[in-house]
């Protein structure tokens, strides 16, 4: 057998004890493929499956390996190899096919895709929180925030509103002005991972209803998108953008003893 082969066969099984658990976690929320127009969010807390952190590391590509070394903290690492590991199991499940050939890749701008497929998908994390979105849709994001912030939602309100919202979010009184900030700020960032930029366009630039429908900035290359307030447990927010193709969305929770 080739040496690249014998590593592959050998990367492989040595994941085995986080993919058995993952999928089993997976079929207890009754994850399945998604149908065209379809898009699946999953959401789990990686604080439950640290002890596997080393077996889930051997699930990421080489790029992958290199980001996870970058990070100062060991549990930012934990959160994100297990992430990382848990959103390639997701994919294979919907692309039937193991989590180590999972074809997932990322663009220059951080964007990932899976090339040779019909699917689109997301991450994002706050905390040890993860959110992972996969669809057979032409565009998707996903966002989650911890709540309350961290950080003062109201000081950042010229940073986040376009000129159409700040008036009406300006008029809230402050606890539910800070909230409804934090919603739009998850609304905002989805929808630019769904046009591929991230924050590299401001989120000022644009305007996001609850609910209704965003066009890409002038200049910014992509399609109209909805932004879709999620219902989370309490303790976070989050939203989903996706194309107007979408037909419907469900949420699968992972138990935390799954």
């Known amino acids: 057998?080739?040496?690249?082969?014998?590593?592959?066969?050998?990367?492989?099984?040595?994941?085995?004890?986080?993919?058995?658990?993952?999928?089993?976690?997976m079929e207890a929320t009754g994850l399945?493929?998604?149908?065209?127009?379809?898009?699946s969010i999953v959401l789990f807390d990686t604080v439950a499956w640290?002890?596997?952190?080393?077996?889930?590391?051997?699930?990421?590509?080489?790029?992958?390996?290199?980001?996870?070394?970058?990070?100062?903290?060991?549990?930012?690492r934990c959160t994100y190899v297990l992430a990382h590991a848990m959103w390639r199991v997701v994919l294979g499940i919907s692309l039937d096919a193991p989590p180590g050939e999972v074809p997932l890749h990322f663009l220059p701008t951080g964007q990932p895709h899976l090339p040779g497929t019909r699917f689109t998908t997301s991450l994002s994390h706050s905390g040890p929180v993860v959110l992972i979105a996969v669809g057979l849709v032409g565009?998707?994001?996903?966002?989650?925030?911890?709540?309350?912030s961290r950080v003062s939602m109201d000081a950042l309100?010229?940073?986040?509103?376009?000129p159409e919202e700040r008036g009406p979010l300006g008029a809230l009184p402050p606890d539910q002005r800070e909230r409804e900030l934090l919603q739009l700020w998850t609304r905002k960032e989805a929808l630019l991972?769904?046009?591929?930029?991230g924050l590299e366009q401001a989120p000022a630039?644009?305007?996001?209803?609850?609910?209704g429908i965003s066009v890409p900035p002038q200049g910014l290359i992509g399609v109209p998108c909805k932004a879709i307030d999620l219902t989370l447990a309490e303790g976070h927010l989050g939203a989903l953008a996706v194309s107007l193709d979408v037909a419907r969305y469900r949420?699968?929770?992972?138990a935390r003893n799954a």
């Open 157 to 162: 309100l010229q940073v986040i509103c376009s």
């Open 251 to 254: 949420l699968y929770t992972v």
């Open 32 to 39: 399945r493929p998604c149908n065209v127009g379809e898009v």
């Open 1 to 25: 057998m080739p040496d690249a082969a014998r590593a592959t066969v050998n990367q492989a099984a040595a994941s085995l004890q986080f993919v058995a658990r993952a999928r089993r976690a």
């Open 50 to 76: 640290g002890e596997l952190e080393p077996d889930a590391y051997r699930l990421l590509d080489a790029n992958e390996r290199r980001r996870a070394a970058r990070f100062r903290f060991e549990r930012d």
């Open 193 to 197: 991972k769904a046009w591929g930029t």
């Open 205 to 211: 630039s644009f305007w996001s209803p609850p609910g």
């Open 139 to 148: 565009a998707l994001g996903i966002d989650v925030e911890r709540w309350p």
